[in-house]
């Protein structure tokens, strides 16, 4: 009854804003009009809208859903009598149209465009006003014409001796003949120029150097253009050509606790300790807290003979990720005696600001899994330099204990679930490896990574103990992608003290053989690939895939030795399987590949919409026909398919019995979500989500009715929800809470699968879930 009151008063919430947005004239006065709508009408799709819409100088009120004021709504609510009042705070006046804004905007359409090559383009603002409800809207019209084009696209160098670094690299250049005549591409092409030769020594070159010679006298659209190189007098101060000079590093002075000036004058000025090792320099106070060779290795610039700002800024990319430092700054003096008219010499200063070297934080979280109360606690501790280069070791306790349903009826309500756990982990930030780098890591420095944890599970069902181990490396090879490789990936899985009556209870052979001891020794490797900026609003995408083996190695040493194999005879079927163990214990032996994308599209500053689809398939075989529990695939939940509980979807049409064991998981899974999201009150935001999506069985040993994957009627076979939800960002994290509905059961029989027409809508087709951070 409470997830049926909660969808009706949500379903109230929302007729309500559309009734009150619909008197949004209250605050306008006589006279004067309500920006109601602004559009832009334009009839070349190679202009991109989003850019167009910048231009306006005058936007009509926030929407929500694209036609609901609701934030104009919110100010309407309050009192015409009160200059002040909470309505007025979180809502938005209403938008007085301002004829003089609408030409502004009108001008600033007209700029953009000729920037874009359209000099012949026309716009028309259309008004129409709507006298009797104060409203008024506005369309631009737009025809761009045709543009403007390079007809001829030549270089004039004063310097000749840079031109043959520039000529080299055409093939790369953002313009040529034929391209629009677009300012933003010509001054994107300069900066680039204006990179490749700060890349090859010349330090002092900037884009200013680089100007363009236009000439439209032909009245036919055409354009030739002449890209000018000056040489390095840019105030032309003298008659002769001046060129440009390379640089080469001469030395590196690296100050690894330095304080910035603000900070300094307030403490007493003391001489600092010198390190020399040609040609770097260290100063320092006290004790050298990082050993030389951490710079040694971090610095890319000593990688070729002159000056390189690719170098530099792989060399500054990778101190920041050392994390380490609060402040990291490299600047250069040029050096005025050394050198020659064609060659400068310069020192690079390495201004490095430490963060704290240990610290430790303690946690306490309230848990909700699926309406099982609980609470965790977490005490952390970090070592941010433990062998003096740059390792950084952390270390984590967690203790839990949880009021969890079972299977087996218990009359007590005292927290019947106990979690102890330790892991510690350390991160080195170079490649131990006899393999060579190579180019792999020409971006950043990579971090070898070491883990090592142990976990103990009390509940009431039974007791587990996982022991892990894991080893591998993570690099970046640009901006947005990320490596992560595991060479040894260890879990030893114990089970014990189970509950008799919880055990027999489960006759699906599939689910028991998850609760047996097992060891995984796997390798996988992750890719992914995120252009999202956290600092920047903008469209962005997400894109991960991943693949782990288990068992392979420990199968040839098994065979290379020949080693014996134990025989189980299961205690209902009566069958006798054999397999191998390690250290008396089977081992897993599987395949699995996962791949997730997602998009985001910010449609303005509150509202954006954003897509994910997931696929993954998970193949046991050899030593162990299922996959472990902790490999298979599930749905559901807050992260999942958000309508159903979690572990209590598929697979496929199976429908687990009345008080069954919550565990539904399977090898196969496939989901898509999409999800409105808009700005709601101060930091609330509103969500409207649809989920698709189920999980399928592929191994025959799977005996429960419709769970196997077939691709004839997989897709008859997907689950569908809906619903909507609040974000409450609390800066730190986001809390957040999401209502789902059920509008197709895949358990349901066939024909009657939709809930909408065929039920009456009850308790059982909603739910409730609460999680921290957005669903992804």
């Known amino acids: 009854m409470r997830k049926e009151k909660l969808f009706k008063i949500g379903v109230g919430l929302c007729i309500a804003i559309m009734c009150f947005s619909c008197s949004s004239t209250k605050f306008v006065p006589q006279g004067e009009y309500l920006l109601n709508d602004?559009?832009?009408?334009?009839?070349?799709?190679?202009?991109?809208?989003?850019?167009?819409?910048?231009?306006?100088?005058?936007?009509e009120n926030l929407k929500i859903l694209g036609f609901i004021k609701f934030h104009l709504g919110l100010y309407n609510l309050s009192s015409a009598k009160k200059t002040e009042g909470w309505f007025k705070r979180i809502g938005e006046a209403p938008v007085i149209y301002d004829e003089y804004m609408t030409q502004r905007s009108k001008e600033q359409l007209e700029l953009y465009l000729r920037n874009k090559g359209y000099y012949d383009a026309s716009i028309e603002d259309q008004v129409a006003f709507r006298e009797k409800r104060q409203k008024v809207d506005v369309v631009y019209s737009i025809e761009t014409g045709?543009?403007?084009?390079?007809?001829?696209?030549?270089?004039?160098?004063?310097?000749?001796?840079?031109?043959?670094?520039?000529?080299?690299?055409?093939?790369?250049?953002?313009?040529?003949?034929?391209?629009?005549?677009?300012?933003?591409?010509?001054?994107?092409?300069?900066?680039?120029?204006?990179?490749?030769?700060?890349?090859?020594?010349?330090?002092?070159?900037?884009?200013?150097?680089?100007?363009?010679?236009?000439?439209?006298?032909?009245?036919?659209?055409?354009?030739?253009?002449?890209?000018?190189?000056?040489?390095?007098?840019?105030?032309?101060?003298?008659?002769?050509?001046?060129?440009?000079?390379?640089?080469?590093?001469?030395?590196?002075?690296v100050t690894p606790d330095f304080v910035p000036s603000q900070l300094s004058s307030r403490q007493p000025v003391l001489e600092p300790d010198t390190l020399r090792n040609f040609p770097y320099t260290f100063y320092y106070k006290g004790k050298m807290k990082y050993k030389p060779e951490l710079f040694y290795n971090v610095n890319r610039m000593e990688d070729s003979l002159y000056y390189s700002q690719k170098n530099v800024e792989q060399t500054y990319r990778s101190l920041v990720q050392l994390r380490q430092f609060r402040v990291v700054n490299l600047n250069f003096d040029e050096v005025e005696k050394m050198g020659n008219d064609s060659i400068g010499m310069l020192d690079c200063n390495f201004q490095l600001s430490p963060l704290p070297r240990q610290g430790f934080s303690v946690d306490l979280d309230g848990t909700n899994?699926?309406?099982?109360?609980?609470?965790?606690?977490?005490?952390?501790?970090?070592?941010?330099?433990?062998?003096?280069?740059?390792?950084?070791?952390?270390?984590?306790?967690?203790?839990?204990?949880?009021?969890?349903?079972?299977?087996?009826?218990?009359s007590k309500l005292d927290f019947n679930t106990r979690e102890l756990g330790i892991e510690g982990s350390l991160s080195i930030p170079k490649f131990l490896s006899p393999i060579k780098q190579g180019r792999l890591f020409g971006y950043q420095v990579p971090q070898t990574n070491l883990t090592l944890g142990y976990n103990y599970q009390r509940r009431p069902d039974y007791t587990r103990t996982i022991t892990n181990f894991r080893y591998g490396y993570n690099w970046k090879t640009s901006q947005t992608k990320n490596h992560f490789l595991s060479i040894v990936d260890f879990n030893y899985v114990n089970l014990y003290e189970f509950n008799d009556e919880f055990l027999n209870s489960i006759r699906d052979l599939y689910i028991k053989s998850s609760f047996t001891d097992h060891l995984i020794f796997a390798m996988n490797y992750t890719q992914v690939d995120n252009?999202?900026?956290?600092?920047?609003?903008?469209?962005?995408?997400?894109?991960?895939?991943?693949?782990?083996?288990?068992?392979?190695?420990?199968?040839?040493?098994?065979?290379?030795?020949?080693?014996?194999?134990?025989?189980?005879?299961?205690?209902?079927?009566?069958?006798?399987?054999?397999?191998?163990?390690?250290?008396?214990?089977?081992?897993?032996?599987?395949?699995?590949?996962?791949?997730?994308?997602?998009?985001?599209?910010?449609?303005?500053?509150?509202?954006?919409?954003?897509?994910?689809?997931?696929?993954?398939?998970?193949?046991?075989?050899?030593?162990?026909?299922?996959?472990?529990?902790?490999?298979?695939?599930?749905?559901?939940?807050?992260?999942?398919?958000?309508?159903?509980?979690?572990?209590?979807?598929?697979?496929?049409?199976?429908?687990?019995?009345?008080?069954?064991?919550?565990?539904?998981?399977?090898?196969?899974?496939?989901?898509?979500?999409?999800?409105?999201?808009?700005?709601?009150?101060?930091?609330?935001?509103?969500?409207?989500?649809?989920?698709?999506?189920?999980?399928?069985?592929?191994?025959?040993?799977?005996?429960?009715?419709?769970?196997?994957?077939?691709?004839?009627?997989?897709?008859?076979?997907?689950?569908?929800?809906?619903?909507?939800?609040?974000?409450?960002?609390?800066?730190?994290?986001?809390?957040?809470?999401?209502?789902?509905?059920?509008?197709?059961?895949?358990?349901?029989?066939?024909?009657?699968?939709?809930?909408?027409?065929?039920?009456?809508?009850?308790?059982?087709?909603?739910?409730?879930?609460?999680?921290?951070?957005?669903?992804?």
């Open 38 to 59: 602004i559009d832009i009408e334009i009839d070349n799709r190679s202009i991109n809208n989003e850019e167009l819409k910048a231009q306006i100088r005058q936007k």
């Open 146 to 253: 045709q543009p403007y084009r390079i007809r001829n696209y030549t270089y004039r160098f004063d310097d000749p001796a840079v031109s043959a670094l520039v000529l080299a690299d055409t093939v790369r250049q953002l313009v040529g003949r034929g391209s629009v005549f677009d300012v933003d591409v010509l001054n994107a092409e300069r900066k680039r120029i204006a990179n490749r030769l700060k890349d090859y020594g010349y330090y002092n070159f900037t884009e200013e150097h680089i100007s363009y010679e236009a000439d439209s006298a032909l009245q036919s659209r055409q354009v030739d253009l002449v890209v000018v190189v000056t040489d390095d007098d840019l105030e032309q101060e003298v008659d002769s050509v001046q060129p440009h000079r390379k640089f080469m590093i001469r030395s590196f002075h």
């Open 369 to 410: 899994s699926s309406g099982n109360l609980g609470v965790a606690g977490n005490f952390n501790y970090q070592h941010r330099n433990v062998f003096r280069g740059a390792e950084i070791f952390n270390l984590n306790l967690k203790g839990a204990i949880e009021r969890q349903q079972t299977l087996i009826k218990n």
């Open 531 to 776: 252009t999202q900026n956290l600092k920047r609003r903008d469209h962005y995408r997400y894109f991960k895939w991943s693949f782990e083996a288990a068992g392979n190695a420990l199968s040839l040493y098994s065979a290379a030795f020949n080693r014996p194999k134990a025989s189980f005879t299961d205690t209902i079927t009566g069958q006798v399987s054999n397999y191998h163990e390690v250290w008396g214990t089977r081992y897993a032996q599987y395949l699995k590949a996962d791949f997730e994308y997602r998009y985001g599209y910010m449609i303005d500053k509150y509202n954006s919409v954003v897509g994910r689809a997931f696929a993954g398939i998970g193949l046991p075989y050899g030593n162990f026909d299922v996959l472990p529990f902790e490999k298979k695939y599930f749905t559901g939940g807050a992260n999942g398919i958000r309508a159903w509980q979690v572990r209590s979807l598929g697979p496929g049409t199976y429908k687990a019995p009345v008080g069954a064991y919550p565990n539904q998981s399977s090898d196969i899974k496939l989901e898509a979500n999409l999800e409105y999201r808009y700005r709601f009150v101060w930091r609330v935001e509103g969500a409207f989500f649809l989920d698709a999506g189920n999980i399928w069985a592929i191994n025959e040993k799977d005996n429960r009715p419709g769970a196997q994957f077939k691709l004839d009627q997989f897709y008859k076979q997907i689950a569908v929800g809906t619903g909507m939800g609040l974000r409450f960002d609390f800066t730190y994290f986001v809390f957040r809470l999401d209502l789902g509905m059920k509008l197709r059961d895949p358990s349901l029989e066939e024909g009657k699968r939709l809930i909408i027409g065929n039920y009456p809508l009850s308790a059982e087709h909603f739910n409730l879930s609460f999680a921290i951070g957005y669903p992804f």
